[in-house]
């Protein structure tokens, strides 16, 4: 009994080894599940979060390089804009000098006018700043662009400019002459010679400067002259007639060099000081050249002659020398100029000059005058291309003196014009002024016409 016994519980105690395994490996099945779920939860969430990553590098990528395209756009559009604005203000700067083009030549016969200040000439009013980098905002930013190493108003160095230019000149006078005794008032013994002169002058000039550097520049000019007076006089006495005496002459003037020179670095609102020296020759016909009418009766004839020359010279007959300050205060839209000048004319000696038969007439050492002159303005710039300008000149003449006296009935002439001048670029390089010039004292040209064309080569 006890035998069969045993074997029963060895099967029982195997069926519940059974039994028990069965359940332990349930249970840690039912263990294992839930944790492959959330595993299975988690690997999907972190796939979506690559993928979503993936996309944002993806588009981050594309951000990426439509930066680096709007970059180079950008930097292409600021080079464009600073050639843009280069040019602006090198049109602004020309607009701005071009209005003191005009005063060049439209000043008093034989005198200077206002120097030529180049289109070309600008204010650097700092250094240039690579792109990207951002530029220094505690500075002024610079109204005119920077075009050479150094400011300046003249010609730039190794630049060369031809200027033709052709002026008109008219002038009217009237005279009467008294020669005679009165013996009570208002009653004239003798003869009353009433004269009108008339005198018309076209210069054509070619002038060409060069800049040795940027602040100084050489200059020669050599005009050709064409002069006509038209003299009516007539005799205030009973029966008398008007006499007509017209001469001309024509022929080259007299040659001039000059030399300009900037003293400092001006620039906006900061005024320019140029230094002038000038020299002019004697290469014209000379006045005491030209044959002149008997003023009293002839030598060895019976005529009584008028006088006057038979032609008209084309220069002064005497050597000059030039020196002045000229200073340009720009203040844009405007620039303001002015200019002292002392022209010192040298004497010559041994002067005769011939009448109409042949004779010398022998004058001696003559001596003409100095001439202090001065003028003021102002340039107004109306655009980018065209300008306008009012200015003032006048000049002092001294009297002149023969042997060392003043010659008798010489007196110190005084010389104001009014100018008005208009200017407009057709090019970078070419520009035209116009200038007129009223007369405003007797002695003064009624009216001058000056047009020019300066060309920078």
């Known amino acids: 009994m006890a035998h069969l016994k045993l074997p029963a519980i060895s099967a029982v105690t195997y069926a519940v080894a059974l039994l028990l395994g069965g359940t332990a490996q349930a249970q840690s099945q039912a263990d294992t599940g839930p944790q492959l779920h959330a595993m299975q939860a988690r690997l999907e969430s972190l796939s979506q979060d690559l993928a979503e990553q993936k996309r944002l590098l993806q588009n981050l990528e594309a951000f990426r390089q439509q930066y680096f395209e709007q970059r180079g756009l950008l930097l292409s559009l600021q080079r464009q804009v600073a050639q843009q604005q280069l040019a602006l203000d090198e049109l602004r700067g020309a607009a701005s000098w071009d209005v003191l083009a005009s005063q060049r030549g439209a000043g008093t016969q034989g005198q200077p006018g206002q120097p030529e200040l180049m289109a070309q000439a600008a204010v650097k009013t700092k250094e240039e700043v690579p792109v990207g980098r951002q530029p220094d905002t505690q500075g002024r930013p610079p109204e005119v662009a920077p075009l050479f190493e150094q400011p300046g108003v003249l010609t730039p160095k ?231 300008s009012l200015g003032y000149d006048h000049s002092s003449v001294g009297r002149t003196k023969t042997n060392g006296q003043v010659v008798p009935g010489s007196v110190r002439t005084q010389l104001g014009t009014l100018l008005l001048g208009y200017s407009y670029r057709f090019s970078k390089n070419t520009s035209l002024s116009v200038s007129v010039g009223a007369g405003l004292t007797t002695d003064t040209p009624d009216v001058s016409l000056t047009v020019r064309l300066p060309m920078t080569f």
């Open 158 to 388: 190794g630049r060369y400019v031809l200027e033709p230019s052709l002026q008109y000149g008219y002038s009217s006078s009237n005279r009467v002459a008294l020669v005679g005794y009165t013996v009570i008032p208002a009653l004239l013994i003798g003869l009353i010679d009433v004269r009108e002169v008339k005198r018309n002058t076209v210069t054509a000039a070619l002038s060409a400067r060069y800049g040795l550097t940027n602040r100084f520049e050489l200059e020669v000019r050599a005009p050709y002259v064409y002069r006509s007076d038209s003299t009516v006089s007539r005799e205030n006495i009973a029966g008398a007639t008007e006499n007509v005496f017209s001469t001309s002459g024509m022929g080259m003037g007299d040659f001039e060099v000059g030399a300009r020179y900037q003293l400092n670095d001006g620039g906006i609102d900061r005024p320019f000081y140029i230094g002038t020296l000038r020299l002019k020759s004697r290469t014209g016909t000379d006045p005491f050249e030209v044959v002149t009418d008997c003023a009293q009766r002839c030598i060895g004839t019976n005529t009584t002659g008028t006088g006057l020359p038979l032609d008209l010279p084309t220069g002064s007959g005497f050597y000059s020398m030039q020196a002045g300050l000229t200073l340009l205060y720009p203040s844009d839209p405007a620039v303001f100029f002015g200019s002292v000048t002392y022209l010192h004319n040298f004497a010559r000696d041994n002067v005769s000059r011939t009448v109409l038969n042949g004779e010398k007439e022998f004058l001696g050492t003559i001596s003409p005058g100095a001439v202090l002159g001065f003028n003021f303005g102002m340039g107004l710039a109306l655009n980018e291309k065209s300008s306008f």
